[in-house]
């Protein structure tokens, strides 16, 4: 079986990709909009995308793509804890140049400050990219902010563990399937995620498609509004739903039909803790 | 009097400055945090910042440091339309490189594709950057994407105009300052926006949050969550209500706290259409 996501190797999708499907074969591709893709056009059979960050938030690009470009559902969701590394070719070397993702520089901010203040930092277009770099320059007075898994891949040394601010750091992966998977992994939860149309000649139509999960019970875990990018002002919600009890959801969305409340399932999957 | 804002010159932050306060004092920052805080510090008495884009959504830099750190207030909002142009230094110039921010290339991308496949697309920090790296170097294969002020501030001219996708491209600035101000421009609207901290002991508390607007008929404008940066799940919400029946409203907040329900005023403003 055939698995994407988004590389290089040694990312954290990466990551998420070696521990989910341990013995099937895995493609990284370049950027998110790739990864989802190689799903459509059937070059792989699952794929794993970034969903949300418990610091940045949403990964826009992968939830804009659902709704506006795909017909896909995530199958699993798998939640990572970010940890964040300095790297460099070898401990003793002189750093003057700092290479990383913005939010991982922006993650280890506090700790370059206090211990390379006059390094000049430069953004890569992820934390992998950045420790491939350093490991390709081996000359050069230069650190990289990583995974430990980039660590591994490139052969590089740990100038400083964990330097990321905040301890409660997680990332939501979805993975991307025909059907649902029993992975070998700790499941905490059901959930199921929508995208929410309202009608314009709705009043309170928000209002009222959240009474159709209030009055049930049915948990919320989130809600956020993305433009329909038609006018300012103009939006989907993006609404996750507990689906523990799944004929409540069930006559939920149904209700939901009924009252001329469109919605598109963007996934229907167990959550797993990495 | 002082109005600092999103700089360089030539940015559309600049030109809802110049709109704004024709006759006043404006002074550029580098980015959202530095003019954010140069009104903190009482170096300017306004400050002018992008909060949301109809195709982009909100701009997170702007709205969690206005919840996160500050105490301020916004007092006006503008709505612009945006319209890109692909400028170089003369018009008959062999164009191999693009220079611009990640937003307007991607508004360009159609544009782009059609007439420069070849292309090397280089990102910058903002359009007017763009613009001025270009001007500098007048002896390159360079364009830019930049806005028409950007043209005139650079001494560049328009090789293509108007090259993005979709027209109803819009940005909603904040004016942020001490007390309402009587702009000569067309007013359209008037607005509250909050940002709500519900209590975890509370069942359905965004349900029960959006029910003391609802029954009253108050219209919700827009809401969106943003992750608290605690854990991954826990959110604040950014609400914004229309104003039109200020008495309403005062009820409708009242009602907020007695359900124990927290709310910070990022603002209470008239918008003005640009």
Known sequence: MKVGYLGPSGSFTHNVAVKAFPDDERMPFANITEVIKSYEEGVVDYAIIP?????????HETLDYLFHQAKIEAVAEMIQPIKQQLLATSKDK??????????AIAQGK?????????????MTASTAYAARFIAENPAEPFAAIAPVAAAKEYGLEIIAKDIQEMDENYTR?????????AFELFKCQQKVSLALTLPDNLPGALYKALSVFAWRGIN?????????????????FIVDIDNT????????????????IDYKMLGNYDVYKL
Chains 1, 2 share one sequence.
């Not at 969903?51 to 990964?59: A, F």
């Not at 919320?220 to 989907?236: D, N, V």
Request: glycine letters at 6%.
């Open 110 to 122: 506090k700790y370059i400050k206090a211990h390379y203040p006059n390094a000049q930092i430069e």
């Open 245 to 260: 009890n799944e004929a409540l959801v069930t006559f939920a969305l149904e209700e939901l039909h009924l009252l001329g």
């Open 173 to 181: 992966f979805w993975v991307l399937g025909r059907k649902k998977y």
């Open 51 to 59: 969903v949300e960050n418990s610091i940045e938030g949403s990964v």
């Open 220 to 236: 919320l875990t989130k809600i956020e509004s993305r433009p329909l990018k038609t006018a300012l002002g103009e939006y989907f």
């Open 94 to 103: 002189k750093i003057e140049k700092i290479f990383s993702h913005p939010q």
